[in-house]
């Protein structure tokens, strides 16, 4: 694929991903409000552009194996435990932002709990098996993932474990 192309196609995805996520957060809050029919023209718009990026995505990469798949998603969390956080975290902390340095820091210690569990996946796929785990629980707030039950209260925010997300 010809260098432009491909960088059109990286921004595109990169806008696509995060006009669905933009959209599925102002969902939430239209139906705070009360705006149901709102709320759901915002899904619905949202899963359209999802439906873009996964193209786009595709465009680019293709699709690959779960094995390799654990492997990207290994490589990026542990980029942003190693370099992405701390020096972002590091920026907002000099400029004194202290609602970035807390988003910084919950998405730090989830993501060195992702990392681990999706190397254990690896091991899992390396194996030919599908991984052998039970309820997945994340905390609504700050993103913490605890395999198994909920804490009572979340150990990086502090919020009730009646926020825990169950999956």
Known sequence: M????????KAAFSGESQAHMKYLIFADKAEEES???????????AFA?????TNHFNALHGKD???NNLGAAIEGETYEVAE??????????????????????YAFEAEKI???????AKDAVK??????????????VCGHTVVGKAPEKCPTCGVEGTKFKNF
Request: charged share 20%; glycine share 2%.
């Open 2 to 9: 010809h260098s432009m192309t491909t960088d059109n196609l």
């Open 35 to 45: 705006f149901n029919n709102i709320a759901r023209l915002f899904k619905a718009i």
């Open 49 to 53: 552009e999802r439906i873009h990026a």
């Open 65 to 67: 194996l779960t094995f």
């Open 84 to 105: 992405m956080y701390p020096a972002f975290k590091a920026v907002a902390e000099m400029q004194k932002e202290t609602n970035a340095i807390i988003s910084m820091h």
């Open 114 to 120: 992702h990392a681990a569990l999706y190397a254990k």
């Open 127 to 140: 194996s030919t098996k599908d991984l052998d785990i039970g309820e997945i629980n994340i905390c609504s």
